[in-house]
């Protein structure tokens, strides 16, 4: 079975920075593009960041563009979220999500997630 | 953007009884790439149907998705003690990837 466990959330000032990590086993990691997807709390599912398998190409929503950095490290088989100058509504479970499909299309559903990671953005 | 928007925020049904889900989007979805997910309290969640219609690996055939362009539903035929939960749709076929905002399904 897939398996993503994510680390690296906690709590953070407002402006700060945080990374986040999602460590990911049985199935071939750089094949796949790999995405972040947040929920506030009582909130629904949002999109935040896709990064191809390569690394090559990356993805982001409007609301995090020029703020977050996605990155991966294939030889580690892990996916990375840069968070910086976060702000109150960055607050959130952030999950990390494996494509359907390895391929080089981003036009895929998210078949398997981590458990996700805490983030609290907060003086 | 495409805006889902899901209906109706809240179904109370009871177990047995057969459950349909609405979601509708504010243009078409390209190659009807619609998704169904379910989410149960502090967990992930869990991909059910995608490409409007197929079934994910390992989900029961009491769970359906129909629908095209910006029309969609999902159907659980006979409702388990399992199936009270939270339901999102997600469009993929058009960047950025969007979801629904979710409809409840409670016991009545």
């Known amino acids: 079975d897939v398996h993503l466990l994510e680390s690296g959330g906690g709590l953070v000032q407002p402006g700060g920075s945080l990374r986040l990590s999602c460590a990911a086993s049985?199935?071939?990691?750089?094949?796949?593009?790999m995405s972040w997807v947040r929920q506030a709390p009582g909130k629904g599912l949002e999109w935040v960041s896709t990064i191809s398998g390569d690394g090559g190409q990356t993805y982001y929503a409007d609301n995090v563009k020029g703020r977050f950095t996605i990155s991966r490290d294939n030889s580690k088989n892990t996916l990375y979220l840069q968070m910086n100058t976060v702000r109150a509504e960055d607050s959130a479970v952030y999950y990390c999500?494996?494509?359907?499909?390895?391929?080089?299309?981003?036009?895929?559903?998210?078949?398997?997630w981590g458990q996700g990671t805490q983030v609290t953005v907060s003086s | 953007e495409i805006v889902l928007t899901q209906s109706p925020g809240t179904l109370s049904l009871s177990p047995g009884e057969r459950g349909t889900l609405s979601c509708r989007a504010s243009?078409?979805?390209?190659?009807?790439?619609l998704a169904w997910y379910q989410q149960k309290p502090g967990q992930a969640p869990r991909l059910l149907i995608f490409g409007a219609s197929s079934r994910a690996t390992g989900i029961p055939d009491r769970f359906s998705g129909s629908g095209s362009k910006t029309d969609f539903t999902l159907t659980i035929s006979r409702l388990e003690p399992e199936d009270f939960a939270l339901y999102y749709c997600q469009q993929y076929g058009n960047s950025p990837r969007t979801f629904g905002q979710g409809t409840k399904v409670e016991i009545k």
């Open positions: 243009q078409s979805v390209n190659d009807n790439y």
């Open positions: 049985e199935f071939t990691f750089s094949t796949f593009p």
């Open positions: 999500a494996k494509d359907l499909v390895a391929s080089r299309s981003t036009r895929r559903p998210f078949d398997s």
